[in-house]
């Protein structure tokens, strides 16, 4: 199995991440507000945990994934503390 | 290592499935004129989307012989979390007054009735 179907999925997927990823680049460029830029680099965070388990699928590894649990984390609470500094003015109170 | 070839086709055609979803959220996040609508395309599609890609690892690390622990606990993570954030960027939209380009401006954010 030189070319496995596998391999060419995870290409293509690889490829649609990828554009996906550009195109949230260009609303964090473009967006008008700044919540439109908060929900870009939540996209992107969610994005790259995608790209992350690819890696991991293709190099055969399981300490990938852990890496992808932490950025989903990292992800996750800078999108909550980013939300409650826009509400809140203050990021822990 | 060789897999199943009916394994193989599963994960590719998840992998695909995600990826198309993801695309389809970040095309979403582009192409919508109004942040309140621009909020509901990457939390479910790329949510689903990234779902897809772990449902498709850990097909292939079941079929390879090591049970996928961390991919399950990635996802069930990713879908706990995802709807927290949309909630909390949704409430910081209202709260800076982001006005919707569907509606009037007059009326944009109609106004919270108080506590009585």
């Known amino acids: ?93 | 290592m060789t897999l199943h070839p009916l394994i193989e086709w599963l994960a590719a055609s998840l992998l695909l499935v995600s990826a198309f979803f993801l695309l389809v959220g970040a095309v979403g996040l582009v192409r919508l004129p109004d942040f309140f609508m621009r909020l509901h395309a990457p939390t479910k599609a790329s949510t689903l989307g990234v779902g897809g890609a772990l449902l498709a690892s850990m097909l292939v690390s079941a079929a390879e012989g090591r049970a996928g622990f961390a991919e399950l606990l990635i996802t069930l993570f990713v879908f706990v979390t995802a709807p927290v954030s949309a909630n909390l960027m949704a409430q910081a939209a209202l709260h800076l007054r982001i006005s919707g380009t569907a509606t009037e401006p007059g009326d944009a954010v109609p106004e919270r009735a108080g506590p009585p």
């Open chain 1, 1 to 93: 199995m030189s070319t496995s179907i596998l391999a060419l999925a995870l290409d293509i997927a690889a490829g649609a991440i990828s554009l996906a990823m550009v195109l949230c680049g260009w609303r964090l460029i473009r967006g008008p507000h700044v919540v439109d830029r908060l929900l870009a680099i939540d996209t992107l965070y969610l994005n790259a945990v995608a790209l992350i388990v690819l890696l991991g699928i293709r190099l055969h590894t399981p300490i990938l994934f852990e890496a992808a649990l932490v950025v989903a984390m990292l992800g996750f609470v800078s999108t909550v503390a980013l939300a409650r500094y826009l509400t809140r003015g203050d990021a822990i109170e």
